[in-house]
């Protein structure tokens, strides 16, 4: 099943995700902050990429503007085909509804709604018919069955990231940017939220990228990414080469240090002059 209720009108590429030059800063009291010095990114369909990297180094910033959350200083963001800067913010929320899921580092709950009704709400949002049978599924996938009926303030933390997680799944989105998503986890749950993640990924075809502290996890996925005071780079033994969309646990050998590459496969970007959105 799928969230996607409204036809698309977004160009086919072979690309989930294209990113050209892209920027960020902010102004703060002691100036003009660089957070994201010039990335370029171009993730294939149905590939999972791990992006590591120390606190502060960009990270969720990167992620909040590939899934149209956040707009950058310059620079271009392709998403399934479509360019973000050509989109108002109502069509950036349609976007986002019909193909991106977002598992947030603070879960983002909505305080007043239970559990179940949280997860409910993107579906029933998409007028998916049967939302509370296919939430309560979603739920008891994640082992929370028995805390349905809970406000997130009863929840513990742990138990609120796999609410998060389970609202972000209820849509099967086309691609899933999931901010540490077992960072909250004990080493049971985070295995069985990380084989979740990488079910999707190969039952839907779901494109996923996700931040993470965690080598296991990021071991698992196709690329690993390393972010460095706001620039991205692929160590050499990320495996890029794919062997196939949607394949996972790549090798667990030592990897080696980042190589000063910032684009990621074999995919040509495409050439359109960046621009400064406002
Ligand atoms: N709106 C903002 N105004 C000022 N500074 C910001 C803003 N957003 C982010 N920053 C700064 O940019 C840097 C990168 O933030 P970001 O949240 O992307 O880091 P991160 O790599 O996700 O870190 P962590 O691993 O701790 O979550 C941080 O130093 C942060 O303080
Ligand atoms: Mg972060």
Redesign the pocket.
């Known amino acids: 099943m799928s969230c996607d209720s409204q036809s698309s009108e977004s160009v086919p590429r072979e690309s989930a995700i294209n990113v050209v030059n892209l920027k960020?800063s902010?102004?703060?009291q002691e100036g003009e902050?660089t957070?994201?010095d010039g990335i370029n990114l171009h993730v294939k369909p149905g590939q999972s990429v791990a992006i590591l990297?120390?606190?502060?180094?960009?990270?969720?910033?990167?992620?909040?503007l590939l899934a149209a959350l956040d707009t950058p200083s310059s620079g271009e963001i392709w998403l399934d085909g479509v360019a973000l800067s050509d989109l108002n913010e109502e069509q950036k929320a349609s976007l986002r509804k019909q193909k991106v899921s977002f598992i947030f580092?603070s879960f983002m709950l909505v305080d007043t709604l239970t559990a179940l009704e949280n997860v409910m709400l993107p579906a029933e949002l998409a007028g998916v018919r049967q939302a509370r049978e296919k939430a309560q599924q979603m739920l008891e996938r994640v082992g929370l069955s028995h805390r349905l009926t809970h406000l997130p303030k009863q929840l513990s933390g742990g138990e609120q990231q796999r609410v998060a997680i389970a609202r972000a799944f209820i849509c099967e989105p086309k691609v899933l940017f999931a901010?540490?998503p077992t960072g909250n986890l004990d080493a049971a749950n985070g295995h069985k939220i990380a084989d979740m993640l990488f079910a999707l990924n190969q039952e839907s075809d779901t494109t996923l990228v996700l931040?993470t502290?965690d080598m296991q996890l990021a071991r698992r996925c196709q690329r690993q990414l390393l972010?460095e005071s706001?620039h991205l780079s692929e160590p050499e033994h990320s495996n890029a080469q794919a062997p196939e969309a949607g394949s996972q646990d790549c090798s667990e050998t030592e990897r080696a240090g980042p190589k000063a590459v910032t684009a990621a496969d074999d995919g040509a970007m495409p050439t359109r002059e960046s621009g400064t959105w406002n």
């Open positions: 960020k902010v102004i703060t902050l957070i994201l990297g120390p606190s502060g180094s960009g990270k969720s910033t990167l992620l909040g580092q901010d540490e931040v502290h972010m706001g």
